[in-house]
């Protein structure tokens, strides 16, 4: 069974300031990772993904995150914060027993304040 | 080159109603999975199709199901509707389903109001 638990509903930000926000998961099995990002009534659209190799994952606008299989966490981070970031995040875990299925977390909103 | 569209983007049933939702894979997709999105309890899987056939479910009752047609598009029908049925359902597509790692493109979804 896999889980996934997202710290924080929301996170709040001002322009310019650091983005992360925490991903931790639970899995019997090595982890495939995702985060994905929801603007308001809109789909999902893939952020970046961890399946092997290098632990340190670069994604699109600037994100990235790290797998640490000891802390079982996979938390997203972005350097400098844009009015633009503003949306819902999720993370995401599948494995390779199951097929197609993502097991999501909860989602955190995020905030970017002028 | 197109992604994943689902229609229709809105749908109002009242409670006992069927409800039919539509996706349309990426050209080359053969995965079609299937997500509700209700408020309150995030993003649940609820189905798989690939290559014509149901490869995984989710924690769903048997009132909701589906089928994927020989151009790998996809139906999700919902019967006996309940209230808490009213969510956001997403379509999703992939290059083939049997290597996980594959990226999973989404549709804008379907808001299903059942009042």
């Known amino acids: 069974a896999q889980s996934v638990t997202q710290l924080g509903s929301h996170v709040s930000v001002s322009e310019g300031a650091l983005v992360l926000l925490r991903c931790n998961y639970s899995?019997?099995?090595?982890?495939?990772l995702f985060w994905y990002v929801q603007y308001p009534n809109q789909g999902l659209q893939l952020l970046l993904k961890?399946?092997?190799?290098?632990?340190l994952v670069k994604g699109i606008n600037g994100f990235e995150a790290e797998f640490k299989k000891s802390e079982t966490s996979f938390h997203l981070t972005k350097p400098s914060a844009h009015m633009s970031d503003a949306a819902e995040y999720f993370c995401a875990v599948s494995a390779r027993a199951s097929y197609g299925k993502l097991t999501f977390g909860q989602g955190t909103i995020l905030t970017v304040h002028p | 080159e197109a992604g994943v569209t689902q229609s229709p983007t809105h749908l109002i049933k009242t409670r006992g109603q069927q409800a039919t939702l539509r996706c349309s894979p990426i050209?080359?997709?053969?995965?079609v999975y299937w997500y509700q999105q209700a408020l309150g309890l995030g993003l649940q899987f609820l189905l798989w199709y690939d290559e014509g056939e149901e490869r995984n479910r989710g924690n769903f009752p048997p009132r909701f199901s589906g089928r994927q047609f020989p151009n790998y598009s996809s139906e999700l029908n919902v019967n006996a509707l309940e209230l808490e049925d009213s969510a956001l359902y997403l379509c999703?597509?992939?290059?083939?389903?049997?290597?996980?790692?594959?990226?999973?493109?989404f549709g804008q979804g379907t808001r299903l109001t059942v009042v």
């Open positions: 899995s019997s099995v090595p982890p495939y």
């Open positions: 961890y399946t092997t190799g290098a632990t």
């Open positions: 999703a597509s992939s290059s083939t389903g049997r290597r996980v790692n594959t990226e999973a493109f």
């Open positions: 050209s080359g997709h053969t995965s």
